[in-house]
């Protein structure tokens, strides 16, 4: 398992949100590329990058910032947010994502995201954006009719990689992993699962490690990161079992 910083994209500059929410950023710094670069050095095998503009229905606005940070960094980047069409999905592949974590969209077309998971074997995550054991989406702003676990009859079966499971209350707030419903769901799919929301620090890392499955692939962190509660390098060794 690997510790996934997050970078947060909006009007190009790297903010975090609270519980999703669209008037609740907090800008950390005004040069995602040079975020993206440290993160890099500091040896993380992964960048979790979000689109929070294109989420909230304003697409194209991070697309050079996202085009820079590919030309600077060498690690893979996974890509979530807004990701509404197939041509959309194949954009940010042409901005050089190597994985691309698609919500709304699974939710409302899963033939159309099916068929482009046989596009891009291994390439696609379905976002678990859950509040209240509902999937969120259009932003985390209107509750659709699917649990995690129908997400995972509905694809569980295709080529997709993997799911991204966020607890959105718990996201951006420094109040711990929602452990519970990390386990509850792990046990549930044959595939990879990257957990986010609520990170706090390193206890919730050595928590996480306790879940004895080899299907959980990564953890994302954002605000826990941004306000010094983890080091990368640490939390790193923890997930490795060697601290």
Known sequence: M????????????????????DNTSVVFNENP???AKYFEDQGCKRLHLVDLDAAFGR??????????????ISIPIQIGGGIRSKNIAKSYFDLGADFLIIG?????NSQEVKTLAENF???IYVALDVLKNKIMIKGWVEE????PKKIFQTYDASSIRGYVLTDIEKDGMLTGLNLKMITANVFLTNKKLIVGGGLKN?????????????????????KSFYVGNIDLKEAQKILDGNA
Request: hydrophobic content about 30%; overall charge positive; glycine content about 4%.
């Open 2 to 21: 690997n510790i996934f910083p997050a970078i947060d994209l909006k009007e190009n500059k790297c903010v975090r949100l609270s519980k999703g929410e």
């Open 33 to 35: 590329v040079d975020q």
């Open 59 to 72: 697409n194209d606005i991070n697309n050079k910032t996202i085009q820079n940070i590919r030309n600077t």
């Open 104 to 108: 709304s969209y699974a939710v409302s």
């Open 121 to 123: 074997k291994q390439k």
């Open 144 to 147: 659709s009719d699917f649990t």
């Open 202 to 222: 390193n206890l919730d890392l050595k928590q996480l490690r306790n879940i004895n499955s080899d299907n959980l692939e990564g953890v994302i962190a954002g």
